[in-house]
């Protein structure tokens, strides 16, 4: 199965999402903010990030425009996590970006997402 980093400063939501992409066996890596989410990436070479938008440190957008800018992670696909619906327009550009959910977020709609991104990642 995949390894999944789940990127939110909730961590009752990164906690949530671990357990839901767990049930279909995955395996999970955690990050609360966006530099510990690049951190994560350069360390573990996650398969799929779910990553949040408004975090501290670093935003979701400024990890993924970084993501996508660098040769070895630019394939990697994120589903984008945000309460702000308005935000989808902010990464329509952004290859690297597989999907968006709003929060909240349905967990069965999060999991076949999830299903559907990995399906159609490069092996």
């Not at 909730?10 to 066996?25: A, H, N, R, S, T």
């Not at 957008?61 to 040769?71: M, P, W």
Request: with cysteine; hydrophobic share 45%; glycine share 4%.
């Amino acid at each position: 199965m995949a390894k999944i980093l789940v990127v939110d400063d909730d961590k009752d939501i990164v906690d949530l999402i671990c357990f839901l992409v767990q049930k279909d066996g995955h395996t999970t890596l955690k990050a609360g903010d966006g530099q510990a989410c690049l951190d994560q990436v350069a360390r573990e070479k996650p398969d799929m990030i779910v990553l949040d938008v408004m975090m501290p440190v670093m935003d979701g957008y400024t990890v993924v425009t970084q993501l996508a800018s660098n040769d070895e992670t630019r394939a990697i696909p994120i589903l984008i996590l945000t309460a702000k619906g308005q935000m989808r327009e902010m990464f329509q550009m952004a290859s690297n970006v597989a999907d968006y959910l709003e929060k909240p977020f349905d967990p069965d709609k999060l999991r076949a997402q999830v299903t559907k991104i990995l399906a159609g990642r490069p092996r």
